[in-house]
């Protein structure tokens, strides 16, 4: 997911997101305890979707509280 596309999506739906990647998270690292996961990468690449989405998240509640 690409940082244009994660500011273009409004904030609920970003929570949404983030709260789905979480569990792709979990779901990825639960894999790899009982058997070997077959894409690794895939791994990386929902941490840093993760990231992403936390950073717009945060810089629109940084915004907001500006405007207040």
Do not use: W
Not at 42 to 59: H, P
Request: hydrophobic content about 30%; aromatic content about 2%; proline content about 0%.
């Amino acid at each position: 997911m690409k940082i244009k596309e994660i500011k273009d999506k409004d904030t609920d739906a970003l929570k949404h997101e983030l709260l789905e990647k979480q569990k792709e998270l979990f779901k990825f690292q639960t894999k790899t305890m009982v058997d070997k996961e077959d894409d690794t990468t895939l791994r990386g690449k929902t941490k840093k979707d993760i990231a992403r989405i936390m950073t717009v998240l945060r810089q629109r509640e940084l915004e907001a509280s500006a405007k207040k």
